[in-house]
């Protein structure tokens, strides 16, 4: 079913031009035993666009970030080859750039998002958006946002990435950082948009 809102009651009433419609293409909502990692497969190619919305929180007992990881139709060669973010902490801002990223499993959309190290029962947000993903003329860029607030604290970013392949994007794997799991009730929901 199509998640049109706002736009549809507008373009009803006139006011707009309906230019799209995201589809709900899947979700993930994880259980009490957790799992190190959350795949969408057979993902069609009939949209322009793929966005991914999640809630997460990950089993490391550190109370610092860890990274996820987002690996596409199972590549695991060095076609991940950038990713470029900016981002703030409430007291200072930063930026970081990286030309050629290891692991293979690679950063190109990362998330830094939170432990069992931190504030219980507190999780991250995370949307990003996968442009072009069918196009088979083009290298894929992700564009993605994320944070969260510890009553005070925490951290938003703004992440780009590469993935260095023409391509469609039919499948796409997400991991932790150092091998830990995604914590009960972690939520992943994919998006395709026309």
């Not at 966005?51 to 690996?71: E, F, K, P, T, V």
């Not at 991250?124 to 290298?139: E, G, L, Q």
Request: glycine letters at 10%.
């Amino acid at each position: 079913m199509p998640i049109l809102g706002v736009i549809a009651s507008s373009t009803r009433q006139g006011l707009v031009t309906d230019t799209g419609a995201m589809f709900a293409l899947g979700a993930v909502t994880v259980g009490s035993a957790g799992t190190s990692t959350v795949s969408f497969t057979n993902i069609s190619n009939t949209y322009k666009h793929l966005q991914i919305r999640s809630i997460l929180r990950n089993s490391s007992g550190s109370a610092s970030s860890l990274d996820l990881y987002m690996n596409f139709n199972g590549d695991t060669g060095t076609n991940y080859r950038a990713y470029k973010q900016i981002g703030g902490d409430g007291s200072s801002a930063f930026s970081v750039a990286s030309g050629t990223s290891t692991p293979a499993l690679d950063k190109i959309a990362p998330a830094y998002f939170l432990n069992n190290g931190n504030t219980a029962s507190v999780y991250s947000a995370w949307v990003c958006d996968i442009v072009d993903y069918a196009n088979t003329n083009k290298f894929k860029v992700t564009r993605s946002l994320n944070g969260q607030d510890l009553n005070g604290s925490g951290s938003i970013r703004f992440i780009s990435g590469l993935w260095q392949s023409t391509s469609a994007i039919n499948s796409i794997t997400l991991t932790i950082e150092g091998g830990n799991n995604f914590v009960q009730n972690t939520q992943f929901a994919l998006y395709g948009i026309k």
